[in-house]
């Protein structure tokens, strides 16, 4: 245990749990005001180690250097904690600073390493390629406007099997295939209220996902997709993208269907190519597999297939990482989403009941396989577009996406940047109003099927109250 002993520095007690979290992994700590009663475990005096007039950014400089001289260690992203590193550097940019400029700034204010501060300043000026401000979208330029315009996500959470590190809303088709008739129904709910409220507006991107939206059998996918395509003005879309995550849910007829409704990107997730590791985890597929339904969606036509990977998985090392690029440079997909494992609650209890061994690589070994699957994304030539972290994550890293020039994820970047109002509807999904000053304000759909099925007029009514 550690105790932190605050004094009047109270108020920082967000950013100081953070880092102490990030040096101590796995360690209690506590905070108390003073040392009265008398303090438990390691004991760390805030007030001798902050200079409490300095400026907020200051203050947690201090703090991390102090726990990085007493743990001999740095962080990748040095004092920063959130989730989105990158808006800092798009905001630099966008403000006039070059990326080299840009990347100074994160090392010198933040403490970021060379590497992750190279790394934001160049998906930030990548951002900068893709959208442009609404001023200079007047000409042909092959932007987005950064600010306007509609996305529209829809969540299918149904999948063939729920994999026991699964933090997404997910019901295994098996248990749950009953349900999914009803469950359509209501979104089809949402959908013809989502139509109404925004009608005449055109669709930036549209993205389904989940869960495993083909999980759902070739008819139910179709009423789905006709029923968005007879609701909404599609002429001007810049992505559609269907998640079609796991191969055990993919078919020849599906991939028909999603071509023949104009899909134009989707993702086939192996996750790792390692058998036994898949089998850990409770996926219901090999690696052979993820192989030959990558074949059959390129002869049904799909030139824009991402694939997504995880760092970290139980039992693995640099080596099966290395073996798993290996395999997905012989498929060469257009983009590649690199994750760093982060262990939820619910789905830690579920491993440790499941005897599946906890994941967690070294900090070293977890950068290493960063620098694998980086190199691997460089060698088939797609560069970095996006990224975002997440509480406990393997080796404190992030997610990072590649993709090869025009075939970027723009969805993604979107609900990075969080420059644009999202309509999301399904189980488990949460809608994003930007508000043109930049506030944002969000709300949610309940995660339980049967709630949502059951209360769909409700969460049409938090969205009315969203958006109107
Ligand atoms: S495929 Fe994805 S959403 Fe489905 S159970 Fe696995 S991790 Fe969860």
Redesign the pocket.
């Known amino acids: 245990m550690i105790t932190i002993i605050t004094g009047k520095l109270n108020n920082l007690e967000y950013d100081v749990l953070a880092l102490a979290s990030a040096f101590y992994p796995g360690r209690e700590i506590v905070f108390k005001e003073t040392d009265k009663e008398a303090p438990l475990g390691e004991v760390i005096y805030l007030e001798k180690i902050i200079d409490e007039t300095a400026p907020k950014n200051e203050q947690r400089r201090q703090f991390y250097r102090y726990l990085s001289e007493q743990t001999g260690r740095q962080l990748p992203w040095g004092v920063l904690t959130g989730v989105r590193p990158t808006k800092l550097t798009t905001a630099a940019i966008r403000g006039g600073m070059t990326p080299i400029q840009a990347a100074d700034m994160m090392k010198k204010e933040y403490l970021v390493s060379a590497e992750k501060a190279v790394l934001a300043a160049e998906i930030a000026a990548r951002e900068a390629e893709l959208f442009a401000e609404e001023k200079e979208t007047a000409g042909a330029l092959p932007t987005l406007p950064r600010k306007s315009g509609l996305n529209l996500y829809i969540g299918i959470a149904f999948?063939p099997t729920?994999?026991l590190?699964?933090s997404?809303t997910?019901f295994s088709i098996e248990k749950w295939g009953h349900r999914v008739d009803d469950y359509l129904k209501a979104l089809f709910r949402e959908i013809d209220w989502t139509a109404k409220k925004f009608a005449g507006e055109k669709l930036n991107t549209l993205y389904i996902g989940?869960?495993?939206p083909t999980s759902l059998s070739a008819e139910q996918l179709e009423r789905l997709l006709a029923k968005i395509r007879g609701s909404f003005d599609l002429s001007n879309i810049r992505e559609f993208t269907v998640e079609a995550?796991?191969p055990d849910s993919i078919d020849r007829e599906k991939m028909i269907i999603l071509k023949k409704y104009g899909v134009d990107r989707i993702s086939i997730n192996p996750q790792t190519m390692n058998d036994k590791t898949l089998r850990l985890i409770g996926?219901n597929h090999s690696a052979a597999q993820v192989s030959e339904k990558f074949a059959l969606a390129r002869k049904a036509g799909f030139d824009n297939i991402n694939m997504d990977i995880i760092l970290g998985l139980p039992e693995e090392t640099a080596e099966d990482v290395a073996e798993t690029i290996s395999q997905i440079q012989k498929l060469r997909p257009e983009s590649l989403t690199v994750h760093a494992l982060a262990v939820k609650r619910a789905s830690r209890l579920k491993m440790e009941s499941e005897g599946v061994p906890m994941p967690g690589p070294s900090a070293d070994e977890a950068e290493k396989m960063m620098y694998i699957a980086a190199e691997g994304a460089a060698s088939m030539g797609l560069r970095p577009y996006y990224m975002y972290r997440q509480k406990n994550m393997a080796g404190n890293l992030e997610n990072v996406g590649y993709a090869a020039p025009g075939r970027e994820g723009i969805y993604n970047i979107i609900i990075i940047e969080e420059t644009q109002s999202i309509v999301a509807l399904g189980a488990g999904t949460v809608s994003k109003r930007v508000f043109p000053d930049g506030h944002i304000d969000r709300c949610d759909c309940v995660k339980n099927i049967e709630q949502y099925i059951a209360r769909v007029d409700e969460m049409i009514d938090r969205k009315k109250k969203l958006f109107e």
Do not use: A
């Open positions: 999948c729920t994999c590190y699964c997404f997910s989940g869960g495993t995550g796991r996926r």
